[in-house]
């Protein structure tokens, strides 16, 4: 094996991914190690509720409709799954909003 092929140094590895990881925060504004900034943390969180709403009301409706249809019980179990959807789709909020506060305000310095 000759020098050319040798591998770099790991002191000069390391000054690389330095040098990179700066240029990277530069680029992204100085913001959070993962680079997402509060207002897209929020919007992503604001997704993430409303898809679990919506969710828990599709799927409570949908197997209420189910119901209804295979045992002609038009339309008692549709309402009565698509409440018990919307309990669950509240549960998964409050669930959430848990997690998120158990994480607790992040450094983003």
Known sequence: MTDEDSPPPKK?????????????A??????????RTAAQAA???AL????ELVAGLVIGGGIGWFLDRWLGTSPLML???FFLGAAAGIV????TARELQRQGPRDDG
């Open 43 to 45: 919007s992503g969180f």
């Open 79 to 81: 309402i009565l799954f």
């Open 26 to 35: 530069r680029g992204r504004g100085g913001g959070s190690p993962r680079g």
């Open 92 to 95: 998964g909020v409050f669930r």
């Open 12 to 24: 000069d590895l390391d000054a690389r991914l330095r040098a990179l990881r700066q240029r990277m």
């Open 48 to 51: 993430r509720v409303g898809v």
